[in-house]
């Protein structure tokens, strides 16, 4: 079964080091990856996705996720911590079951927090 | 940008009533969907659809149904309301075919709780 692991609950980060939020996945075949982000009480906010091509991806809010097929991760990761950057972080991976649908899978989500 | 508007931000019911969530977006997107966020379990798909009147059945369709009888309007039915549909219920839309892999955009989301 297709699945998408987020081991941390929560990420505790002081402002300026920098951060990580790891993923990991299951799929067959080549995984389509998304990050999104979940401020309070609002939708999610579409932050980068791979597709295929270079595993560095570059997103929105200067954040970025490595891609690597070896270990099945796709970490997003930022050099310099904001207090903004404090929010819910989900990642997602496109189904790739036979009827092709497109819909996502997502993780369980882990909550950020930016300390000053 | 792509907007997504959810008509309510909050609504309270009561258990066995009908209930009615809508969904407007203004990009023309073909696919729209309807998820449930609830803690430490993410998003769970309920029900989607590829085209007007075009509608599949998600991971969690039981005590639900849908409607879009429209391109831009996707509507999520609760049949007989119950407590455990209390949740928070998020809509998106996406353009593209069926399996493309353009992102999804998301509504502020409606918390509704069943009483």
């Known amino acids: 079964a297709q699945s998408v692991a987020q081991p941390e609950d929560q990420v505790n980060v002081a402002e300026g080091n920098p951060l990580t939020v790891k993923c990991t996945y299951s799929v067959s075949g080549n995984p389509y990856l998304f990050w999104y982000v979940q401020y309070p009480n609002r939708g999610l906010q579409f932050l980068l996705k791979y597709i295929t091509g270079d595993n560095l991806v570059k997103g929105s809010y200067g954040f970025e996720a490595e891609f690597n097929k070896s270990q099945t991760s796709f970490h997003l990761k930022k050099p310099s911590a904001l207090v903004s950057d404090s929010a819910l972080y989900f990642c997602?991976?496109?189904?790739?079951?036979?009827?092709?649908?497109?819909?996502?899978?997502f993780g369980q989500g882990t909550t950020l927090q930016v300390k000053p | 940008d792509v907007k997504v508007t959810q008509s309510s931000r909050y609504l309270v019911k009561r258990t066995g009533e009908k209930v009615f969530l809508e969904c407007v977006q203004d990009m023309d997107h073909e696919n729209m969907f309807w998820y449930r966020q609830d803690p430490g379990l993410g998003l769970r798909l309920i029900y989607f659809?590829?085209?007007?009147?075009?509608?599949e059945k998600g991971d969690i369709p039981e005590g639900y149904s849908v409607s879009r009888e429209k391109k831009e309007r996707f509507s999520l039915i609760l049949e007989s309301a119950s407590t455990n549909q209390t949740s928070m219920y998020l809509c998106a839309s996406r353009s593209g075919g069926r399996g493309d892999n353009q992102p999804q955009h998301f509504g502020d989301g409606t918390r509704l709780s069943i009483l």
């Open positions: 659809s590829y085209d007007v009147k075009m509608k």
């Open positions: 997602a991976v496109r189904d790739m079951g036979s009827s092709n649908t497109g819909k996502l899978i």
